[in-house]
């Protein structure tokens, strides 16, 4: 029989699940987990092989589409829901409001603020991962491709360029590449050590999903610091729920939601 998510003898408090995977939702799952009032847990997607252990209970594995949330939500009365997927976690997120919407459960989504442009910065704005492989252009290239494992196997398309793949996984399959050097790591990745990341495989351009926050950023800062071109995935539009940029807005958000009258100082 599987584990309980949540505590079966604290009924009276709140429960709240975390649709998590960022640093930020980790963050949300320290605080909370330090709050008796709430009874909190996290579900991860298990696209990483070995995450990280969570401060708060912690879930596995999809839920079979917003059907199959939106079941889980109800049936574990489910009182508020967060959605604090990566910001490229599109499908996640519309399923998530979805579910939250058929089962009305309240939902809000913590989504950290896209980089910006910056003085410097020589980005190339595209819409999908499969433009950014367009946008490499014919002539070869040292390429560092920086956008997680799942998509990385657009480039089989360009086989002239010659690729640096960082990811927190193995890609798999192996790309199809006559030249690839894999690097696997996991964040946070500060700026210099990123400078001598690129000074050492002659990095040429960059290949990034604008993910935002600052664990990853140091990429970013080091092409602008090196002049190096840096080909921007951007956000699609992001699922029509309201949403929060930072953990202590998360906090007074719940606060709101679900505290008594009387502990809001109403």
């Known amino acids: 029989m599987a584990e309980a998510l949540f505590d079966m003898s604290a009924m009276d408090r709140p429960r709240i699940l975390i649709l998590g995977g960022t640093t930020e939702a980790r963050q949300l799952a320290e605080r909370l987990a330090a709050d008796s009032r709430y009874d909190a847990a996290v579900s991860l997607a298990g696209r990483t092989a070995d995450p990280r252990p969570q401060p708060l209970p912690t879930r596995l594995g999809g839920f079979g589409g917003a059907e199959g949330l939106a079941a889980f939500l109800k049936a574990e009365n489910v009182a508020l829901l967060i959605d604090a997927t990566h910001p490229f976690a599109a499908r996640i997120s519309q399923n998530a409001a979805a579910a939250a919407e058929a089962t009305g ?47 990385a196997f657009h480039f089989e398309k360009a086989p002239q360029h010659k690729y640096i793949v960082r990811s927190v996984d193995p890609v798999t399959p192996p790309l199809a590449l006559p030249d690839v050097t894999a690097i696997l790591a996991s964040g946070p990745f500060a700026e210099a050590d990123e400078i001598d990341l690129f000074e050492e495989h002659d990095i040429e351009i960059v290949v990034a999903k604008n993910s935002g926050g600052t664990a990853t950023y140091g990429k970013i800062a080091a092409a602008r610091k090196l002049g190096i071109e840096v080909i921007m995935v951007e956000r699609h539009k992001p699922a029509d729920v309201s949403s929060v940029g930072n953990c202590d807005e998360a906090l007074e958000r719940i606060h709101q939601r679900l505290s008594p009258v009387k502990d809001r100082g109403v």
């Open 105 to 151: 459960t309240p939902i809000f989504a913590l989504r950290r603020p896209a980089w910006e442009l910056e003085r410097g910065d020589r980005w190339t704005r595209v819409e999908s991962v499969a433009e950014a492989v367009s946008a490499l252009g014919g002539a070869p290239r040292r390429v560092f491709l920086a956008i997680g494992r799942q998509e």
